[in-house]
Structure formats: C-alpha cells, structure tokens
C-alpha cells in the first residue's frame, strides 16, 4: 500500500477509490430519504425526481425508468458544457440511485409530517452535497445548478430551489396543498443541507481594513486573534478625510464568529478605519486559527 500510495499513479488510484465510494455514500444517503421519509408519506422532491414522481402519481409511470429517461438531456449538456468524467460518474450514480429507488423497501419511520420533512431533506441534502463534492450528480437538475454555479457563482442549492418553483406550483393540483407545503418544506432543508456540505460548516468572513495606523492593528491582529493576514500596498485613497497616500491595506479571513474581535482592535485603535467584509465560500492552506494550537502566535513576524 506505502508504494502504491508513493506513486502518482498510486495516489490516482487511491483518490479514485476515495471519490467513487463516497459518491456510493451519497447515493444510499439520498435513497434513504427519498424510501424511508418523503416517497411513502406522498412527499414530491424536487427536480427531475419530482417530475419522476408526478408522472407517477398523475400517470403510473414507474418513477425509476422516468428518472433515467428525464435525466438525459441534462446529461448530454454535462458532456457538452461541463466534463466527460463527471457524465461517466453521474451516469453511475443515477442509475444506483434508480436501481435502490426500485429494491429498496423500508418500514415506515414516522407518520409526522415535520419530521418526515426534515429528515427527509437531510439525508437527501447529504447524500446530494457528498456525490457533487466528489464530481457526480443524483438528479439531471442538479447538473443545471453545477453549470450556473460554475459560470456565475450562484450556489448549487439556490439554483435547484428555483427550479423546483415551477414544479411545486404544479404539484398543489396534482396532490393536496397540505403536502406540497411540506414537500416545499423538505426542498428548503435539502438544498441548506447540499450547501452546507458542498462548502463546509466552518463558515468563514473575508475582512479588508484601510486604516493610518496600520502597524499597530497589524500587530495587535496577530497577537490578539492569532490570525495570518494578506498585507496590500496602497499607492492612493480618497476619503472623508482627504488624499491619502503610501499606505497599507490588511486582509484576514477568519471565522464568523470571531468578526466581534475584529471590529473591538480597529475600534480601540482606530475607530476611523474603513473596514469592509464578505464572505468566502472556501479556504485552503495559509494560517487560520485552527491550524494555530501547535504555534506559538507571539513568534509570529508582523511584516
């Protein structure tokens, strides 16, 4: 195992190997909580699973060979727009969803609508965010929300909810207003659930700060918070208090929660200071207050 894990090829194996079975994961994930939550109780999903289920429900078409069929057109765009491999894998993926969907049979959990929502919307966020994350997708729609994600940034989850408008609409005269609520109501927890695995749990802020006492905050940034920071020349500004010139502009990522730290420094050092936040989707590498128990954050060189 070490000299296959030493190899290019090796690690190429063994990342295959890591991305096909958590695709697997994500496909169980998502037929428990279409099978064992939302499909017995009469929940609609969303996307091409819930027009799979509406022809069920209007057509008797077995919901299995509806979501292959209607899943193709956005499989052919996946090919055309986005990648073959992930067309290889989506291509895997919904049809392990399908098969599941046909053989699996499960007691019923509960009979309370709330619950049936939530956790039905759970297990099928997960298991919708762990095949994304790993280059697949469960339903053709989802392969619309990774195309607009890609091109304009809008989320996965955002993009399938919109979708999912239209076909939710139809769905209060298919089946009673009641449950098409509730089904709206698991859609809602899935597609938080998708996002939140697709980008993580640690939710992180992005803050730039222009201030005249940049040394001080830049000091007092490291010392207080244990934070690493992006540190920019600035040539000129124009403000409330005139031209500014030769300064410097600090940058920091750091945890949500600690934004209240941030603003306590500028505010006792300098309470003029432009401060602007944003939100970062995903982090990698640099120093972040997780990777700072083994260091020693008073030895840290403010530059």
């Keep these: 195992m070490s000299v296959i894990n030493n190899t290019k090829f090796g690690r190429k194996v063994l990342q295959g190997i890591n991305e096909y079975t958590q695709i697997a994961l994500g496909v169980i994930l998502a037929s428990i909580g279409l099978k064992a939550f939302l499909l017995p109780n009469g929940f609609i999903d969303g996307g091409i699973t819930g027009i799979a289920i509406l022809l069920k429900t209007a057509l008797g078409i077995n919901i299995s060979w509806a979501l292959i069929i209607l899943s193709l057109p956005f499989l052919v765009m996946a090919y055309i727009r986005l990648s073959r491999i992930m067309v290889f894998k989506s291509i895997l993926s919904i049809l392990s969803l399908a098969l599941l969907l046909h053989l699996e049979n499960f007691e019923l959990v509960t009979e309370d609508k709330l619950l049936i929502a939530i956790f039905g919307?759970?297990?099928?966020?997960?298991?919708?965010?762990?095949?994304?994350?790993?280059?697949?997708?469960?339903?053709?729609?989802?392969?619309?929300?990774?195309?607009?994600?890609?091109?304009?940034?809008?989320?996965?989850?955002?993009?399938?909810?919109?979708?999912?408008?239209?076909?939710?609409?139809?769905?209060?005269?298919?089946?009673?207003?009641?449950?098409?609520m509730y089904s709206i109501l698991a859609f809602l927890v899935t597609a938080k659930i998708t996002d939140l695995t697709l980008q993580g749990f640690e939710n992180y802020i992005g803050v730039m700060i222009v201030s005249k006492n940049y040394p001080e905050l830049k000091e007092a940034i490291t010392q207080e918070l244990g934070s690493g920071m992006t540190v920019f020349d600035g040539v000129q500004g124009y403000g409330k208090h005139g031209k500014q010139e030769d300064f410097e502009v600090i940058q920091i990522v750091i945890n949500r929660i600690e934004i209240i730290k941030i603003h306590r420094i500028v505010d006792q050092i300098d309470p003029t200071a432009f401060l602007i936040e944003y939100d970062v989707n995903q982090v990698k590498g640099g120093i972040l207050r997780k990777f700072l128990p083994n260091l020693d954050v008073t030895k840290l060189k403010v530059v």
């Design 121 to 180: 919307g759970l297990f099928l966020g997960a298991g919708i965010g762990i095949t994304i994350k790993n280059g697949a997708v469960l339903d053709g729609s989802e392969i619309l929300g990774v195309y607009i994600n890609k091109r304009f940034g809008l989320s996965v989850g955002s993009v399938i909810l919109l979708f999912n408008v239209l076909l939710f609409g139809i769905a209060t005269f298919v089946v009673s207003q009641e449950t098409a």
